[in-house]
């Protein structure tokens, strides 16, 4: 009864003045639905892509070569053996070599990213065969002239028939199908578009290009770590490795560069940490103009009350008494604008997720008591001014007033 | 139970000063009911505030129920405007949103006291116990100034200050009011101090002190 008396007066007072309550409380509520949506939305686009980011290979390790201006290439099939039998705690190493190749098949002529790799590339990438089979290491050694689809040339090529057992024609030579990968959308690196082909028998009609150290050039290697604990070690395993095979002298550059899953994902995750924040800050700035809004509605108020004032001081209000009822009324007009802007805000949200399937906006409590909390502190902060003006009003000034 | 010696009161007017209260002196015994009269400029609205603890004379000593109150600070101020000194106004000055009881319980609140029952009981001793729920909007004059009295009385302050409680009423409204006023004054014993510049109200009081100019210009009784 105690602290329910003032909050009840103070509702009382807001309810007096319903439009201009309400027209007060859009500038919080549109503040507080704008912060709490963009951070829903932006934490959901935060997971998807980290979530695409891990189908990749949760233990993926990429190597490529860094060449700096008019170097020679120098990543090659030789540094993947090596790696291969040198480094502990790696699954499966998969050389990569890429190119454009014509394709021609079932009457359809495409141009398709052909990739010749082993079949480490399978598990590297955490790819799956959805029909027929991935070529083996037998099919590497003797040059088998078999192919791999991606879901989307697989598509292209024949359409809806089975692709599995089927020839088509690149480079001059006649290639069998043996299997098709299944689709991995819209991921990175997602291989739907390319055509997985032997290593050796790719090179078979690509230009051979050569290290300086006279070794096979490959574009890139693929590795998967035995478990995601041993991605720093085996890293730096590989560096110290590579940098040897290279001939690089200490303070030369690194002439390739590593990335593992975890570090993309952190880079990943931290860029759209920031774009959170931003997102964040933007919303805030419109929560701040709420915030003014309910100062400039408190003042207007205080000189529209200036004699109920007088007649409270001249009764034996304290000035203690008239700006906590101020105050009150202040922080309770915006922490409803709070209250309605998070469950605007969650609207918002769950219908940018309904609408984009790609992102399933996240909001989390921590977020919605921080929202709470920040209304209801701007209520107090702009509130606090327009409450002390009223406390110092002189009484007599006061009941003068009309 | 007041004692007012040699008050002065001086407003800044820009540059210059303008003092209003030239060392007003008078007593008040405990119980008395007396009424201050004096032509408009007279000071006896600017002596009222200070007997009522809304200003603060420039100089001289001002004792309420034996303590000196010329001194005292903003806050102490307010303690003793709320458990002192009831005021009745010329135009009333209820708050026009809430119900008469409403109204009456405000008195009550800033004094301490949380008992409605006492609001009521005050409502009831004006007159008006039907009247409760009602607004002033919904009320006459005289039942707004009967409102007020209640107000003022319920916490039972040892000094009631009434500023021209007639002002604004026809004359059976008045003498109504001023009814009231009386037999309250008497049943509850307390000081009664009002500003009229009306004879005939100023003859319900035992005493008169006539101001002009910012001084006491006599004292009599009628």
New interface residues.
């Given amino acids: 009864m105690r602290f329910l008396d003032p909050l009840l007066s103070a509702w009382r007072s807001v309810l007096a003045h319903k439009l201009r309550s309400f027209l007060t409380t859009l500038g919080i509520v549109i503040g507080v639905a704008a912060v709490i949506g963009l951070l829903a939305i932006g934490r959901g686009a935060q997971n998807e892509i980290i979530a695409s980011i891990e189908s990749l290979g949760a233990n993926l390790v990429q190597i490529t070569p860094r060449t700096g201006a008019g170097g020679a290439p120098t990543l090659s099939v030789e540094d993947a053996r090596a790696i291969e039998g040198q480094i502990a705690n790696v699954k499966t190493v998969a050389p990569v070599v890429r190119a454009t190749h014509q394709v021609v098949a079932n009457g359809q002529d495409i141009i398709a990213v052909s990739i010749g790799t082993t079949p480490g590339y399978l598990l590297a990438y955490n790819l799956e065969v959805a029909s027929g089979s991935f070529f083996s290491d037998y099919d590497v050694a003797r040059s088998a002239r078999v192919a791999v689809l991606g879901a989307n040339t697989a598509n292209d090529l024949f359409g809806d028939a089975n692709p599995v057992g089927q020839e088509i024609k690149m480079g001059g030579a006649v290639v069998r199908v043996i299997g098709v990968l299944k689709p991995k959308g819209a991921a990175i690196m997602s291989p739907d578009d390319n055509i997985i082909l032997p290593l050796a028998f790719m090179r078979q009609f690509t230009t051979q290009q050569r290290t300086p150290q006279g070794e096979h050039v490959v574009h890139s290697i693929a590795l998967s770590v035995a478990d995601a604990q041993y991605s720093p070690q085996v890293v730096a395993e590989i560096t110290d490795l590579l940098r040897e095979r290279h001939r690089l002298l200490p303070d030369a550059d690194d002439d390739f560069r590593i990335l593992s899953t975890d570090d993309i994902a952190a880079q990943a995750s931290e860029a759209m940490s920031i774009m959170t924040v931003f997102l964040g800050a933007i919303a805030a700035i419109s929560l701040l103009v709420g915030g003014i809004g309910v100062m400039n509605i408190m003042l207007v108020s205080v000189l529209e009350r200036t004699r109920e004032i007088g007649i409270r001081k001249a009764l034996g209000a304290r000035e203690r008494d008239i700006w906590s009822q101020f105050l009150l009324e202040a922080a309770l007009l915006s922490l409803n604008g709070g209250a309605i802007g998070i469950a605007l805000g969650y609207g918002i949200a769950a219908t940018v997720g309904y609408f984009v399937q790609e992102i399933t906006p996240i909001v989390t409590p921590e977020v919605v008591v921080l929202a709470a909390t920040v209304s209801i502190g701007i209520g107090l902060f702009f509130g606090f001014y327009p409450a002390w003006q009223a406390s110092r009003l002189n009484p007599i000034d006061a009941l003068r007033a009309d | 139970m007041i004692q007012l010696e040699v008050i002065t009161k001086t407003y800044p007017m820009g540059k210059r000063e303008l003092t209003v209260l030239h060392g007003v002196t008078f007593h008040i015994a405990p119980g008395e009911m007396v009424a201050i009269m004096g032509p408009s400029g007279s000071g006896k609205s600017t002596t009222l ?1 200070v007997l ?1 603890c ?2 603060q004379p420039t100089s001289g000593r001002y004792y309420l129920d034996g303590r000196d109150v010329s001194r005292l600070n ?2 102490e101020l ?2 003793v ?3 002192k ?1 009831g ?1 009745i ?1 010329q135009s009333y ?3 026009p ?1 809430m119900s008469a009881l409403d109204n009456v319980t ?2 009550l609140k ?2 301490g006291i ?1 008992d409605r029952s006492l609001a009521r009981e005050a409502l009831a001793r004006v007159g008006l116990a039907d009247r409760e729920s009602h607004r002033p909007a919904e009320m006459s004059g005289g039942e707004q100034q009967r409102v007020a009295i209640a ?1 003022a009385l319920a916490k039972k302050p040892p000094v009631i200050l009434a500023d021209e409680p007639t002002g604004n009423l026809d004359s059976r409204s008045s003498e109504e009011i001023m009814g009231i006023l009386t037999t309250l004054h008497k049943e509850q014993g307390n000081t009664l101090v009002m500003i009229t510049h009306e004879q005939e109200m100023a003859s319900y009081c035992q005493r008169v002190i006539h101001l002009k100019d910012g001084k006491v210009l006599r004292e009599e009784r009628p």
């Fill in positions: 505030n009522g809304l200003d903003r806050r307010a303690r405007r709320a458990h000194i005021f106004f000055n209820l708050l949103r405000l008195g800033y004094a949380r107000r």
